[in-house]
């Protein structure tokens, strides 16, 4: 699984009850996703393994997204956090079929979220200490 940069800049605004600003897709949820899988797998080289759900092969443009989908976006983000770096990301909402949406300040929340602990479990990864052991007689035999 590759690493994607999230996005952390989404924006909009409501005019005369029209939104105008950025859109969630199928690029977006797949970015999302997958971004959280490789966290699991970098995760689980320092930590003690543990499991996220699954949400499946990759959308396209076609697809729908479900309230449960976005919930365990957030659940799998929880998850990884909890069993690895326990930092704190802000109160997340729980979605409903036909109830609210993610929107931009959410999406912001949850990517940047993302993209944090990505830095730190990087850094502590690519910082643990290495001991080298030097296994035999000093001189030779």
Same mark, same amino acid.
């Given at each position: ?12 605004? !409501? ?6 600003? @950025?859109?969630? +897709? $199928?690029?977006?949820? %797949?970015?999302?996703?997958? &971004? ?23 959308? !396209? ?6 309230? @449960?989908?976005? +919930? $365990?976006?957030?659940? %799998?983000?929880?998850?990884? &956090? ?60």
């Amino acid at each position: 699984m590759a690493w994607s940069t999230p996005k952390t800049d989404w924006n909009g605004e !409501t005019v005369d009850g029209v939104y105008i600003g @950025d859109r969630f +897709n $199928a690029v977006d949820f %797949n970015r999302i996703k997958n &971004n959280l899988e490789y966290l699991r797998e970098l995760a689980i080289k320092m930590y003690e393994e543990f499991s996220i759900q699954s949400l499946g092969s990759d959308r !396209t443009p076609k697809d729908f997204f479900y309230a @449960d989908e976005i +919930n $365990a976006l957030e659940d %799998n983000l929880k998850t990884i &956090n909890n069993n690895s770096l326990k930092r704190s990301y802000g109160n997340v909402p729980v979605y409903v079929d036909n109830g609210n949406t993610m929107d931009f300040k959410e999406l912001n929340r949850l990517e940047s979220a993302i993209l944090d602990l990505y830095e730190k479990l990087t850094n502590e990864y690519e910082g643990r200490r290495m001991f080298t052991w030097n296994f035999g007689m000093k001189g030779g035999l």
